[in-house]
């Protein structure tokens, strides 16, 4: 089983709809962040939470929000869906012990919003 | 501006051969370096940190780091054909208290191919 499970992997939906992306990690890391991916733009992060009662903006995080409901589980909410958020979606880990950068990323979520 | 810029792609390279893969940042106060590989289709993958002003090896990889001209590079020998994938630079910076965290900045990516 991945270290660090998304889901789903694929999500086509409409504009104004509200979804949810999911993330699960088997590390038992406490730094957990979301980023989105756009082609030409590398990675920009959302969200980063550091434990479950930690939680912090990224450099986009209009449009976004996220829940940490454990330590395994990290959320993100797209409450109303604009197609602008058509992206690939990534959630990650990392060790402090190593470094505090992202290390270990799941297979990312396809997002199309139309 | 982007903040951090990296060599314009699709760069191309024979089998063998030495890849150079350059990263320039903006931010003065930056203090960590990473370099991830991203196979099409795939997420990811952490292969080279650097944190102080010279070079570091690991197996075929050297990263190379010069604060004072805001330069990072990663040097790939002997390049294979698994070698072909998206690098991606990332840099980042510490709090004044040494604690760093993940808010990295990423580059936009170079794409390599090596071809037999």
């Known amino acids: 089983d991945a270290d660090v499970t998304q889901t789903p992997r694929n999500r086509i939906t409409k504009t104004g709809k509200r979804i949810m992306l999911e993330c699960s990690q088997t590390k038992g890391h406490d730094r957990m962040y979301w980023y989105r991916q756009d082609p030409g733009l590398g990675l920009r992060l959302i969200y980063y939470?550091?434990?479950?009662?930690?939680?912090n903006k990224g450099e986009i995080s209009d449009g976004y929000s996220v829940s940490r409901q454990a330590q395994a589980k990290f959320s993100l909410s797209l409450e109303s869906a604009i197609p602008n958020q058509t992206a690939l979606y990534f959630c990650a880990t990392s060790d402090p012990l190593i470094g505090n950068q992202p290390q270990h990323f799941g297979d990312g979520t396809r997002l199309s919003i139309l | 501006q982007k903040e951090v810029e990296q060599n314009s792609g699709p760069l191309s390279v024979p089998e063998g051969a030495i890849a150079s893969l350059n990263c320039t940042y903006s931010d003065r106060g930056s203090q960590s370096f990473f370099w991830y590989r991203q196979y099409s289709g795939k997420s990811p993958e952490l292969i080279m940190f650097?944190?102080?002003?010279g070079d570091k090896e690991d197996g075929r990889f050297t990263a190379q780091l010069n604060k004072a001209s805001q330069y990072v590079s990663l040097l790939i020998r002997d390049s294979q054909p698994s070698d072909s994938a998206t690098y991606l630079c990332a840099v980042g910076a510490f709090y004044a208290g040494g604690t760093s965290y993940g808010k990295l900045t990423f580059g936009q990516g170079t794409i390599l191919t090596v071809h037999p």
């Open positions: 650097i944190y102080s002003n």
């Open positions: 939470s550091f434990d479950v009662k930690d939680i």
